[in-house]
């Protein structure tokens, strides 16, 4: 138990400091993605101001490309109690965006990363008729933010990260009781006599999954996500093999241990294929 209690603090140590890992050069770079609703029917150039000094700064446009005159210079002689845009003026490392986005559906979506990435930030929006909207300021709370900016209203937030967990919660937990469920019936076991340790040992182990696959997710984005789920599912299948062990009824204790790695290799590697499938 002792062993078992170590290896759950070491990958929580893990977790909390991925947010300092992430920022080096190396691994996943922040993101905003931008996703502007009600966006005016009027062409526009979309930028984040950032409040940072502007020294030694990264051009982050290329001004080559064919890009209204007076709508960009709009951009560069904004300047209002120090907020800057961040493209257009550039940033002390480099950013990668578009002054332009993207159309989905009734939005237009806006794409920002790299180590430029900004944590608070404001929304500037200029239109070709020279009329200019500035949105309060936000601070990004995720590694890889969603961004809501409403131009209707010009209201500004942050995604709930919170629905994203709750939602995939249920998802694999539900997944997780179908798959492990039907293993459980193949080896025999009574499902009459075992589903109460059999749902909890799985709630127990698919919570502890959630959070720290999300906190990954959240703090150092989908990839070192995915590289903690591979090792963390060893930790799971030795946790789930030693409550197992000792609450299934029936057969014996190797059986149970058997049906435990069974189970949880198969989840494994349906997990993976659906990961995979979604990349």
């Not at 800057?84 to 550039?90: C, E, K, M, Q, S």
């Not at 965006?97 to 929006?125: A, C, Q, W």
């Not at 601070?139 to 409403?150: L, Q």
């Amino acid at each position: 138990m002792k062993r078992l209690a170590a290896v759950i603090l070491m990958v929580f140590s893990i977790v909390f400091l991925l947010p300092f890992i992430a920022y080096a050069d190396i691994g996943p770079k922040p993101s905003i993605k931008l996703i502007v609703l009600n966006p005016p029917e009027d062409e526009y150039y979309l930028d984040l101001l950032i409040d940072s000094e502007k020294k030694n700064s990264y051009t982050n446009i290329d001004e080559d490309d064919e890009l209204d005159e007076d709508m960009l210079n709009i951009l560069k002689e904004y300047n209002e109690n120090g907020w800057r845009p961040a493209l257009v003026t550039g940033t002390n490392v480099p950013l990668f965006g578009n002054l332009t986005g993207e159309k989905e559906g009734d939005t237009m979506v806006h794409k920002f990363s790299y180590l430029g990435t900004p944590k608070r930030f404001k929304v500037i929006l200029v239109e070709k008729s020279g009329k200019v909207t500035v949105s309060e300021d936000i601070e990004r709370k995720a590694f890889e933010s969603t961004v809501y900016y409403d131009y209707a209203t010009n209201e500004i937030w942050e995604s709930s990260a919170t629905l994203s967990y709750i939602k995939q919660f249920i998802m694999t937990f539900t997944a997780t009781i179908i798959v492990e469920g039907i293993i459980l019936i193949l080896f025999r076991f009574s499902l009459k006599k075992n589903w109460k340790p059999f749902v909890m040992v799985n709630l127990f182990t698919q919570i502890l999954l959630t959070l720290i696959v999300f906190s990954a997710m959240y703090f150092a984005g989908s990839m070192a996500a995915f590289l903690l789920y591979i090792p963390f599912e060893i930790v799971i299948l030795i946790i789930e093999s030693k409550l197992f062990k000792k609450y299934l009824q029936e057969y014996s204790i190797r059986r149970r241990i058997f049906y435990a790695i069974t189970a949880n290799v198969v989840s494994f590697m349906l997990g993976m294929w659906a990961i995979l499938k979604v990349w």
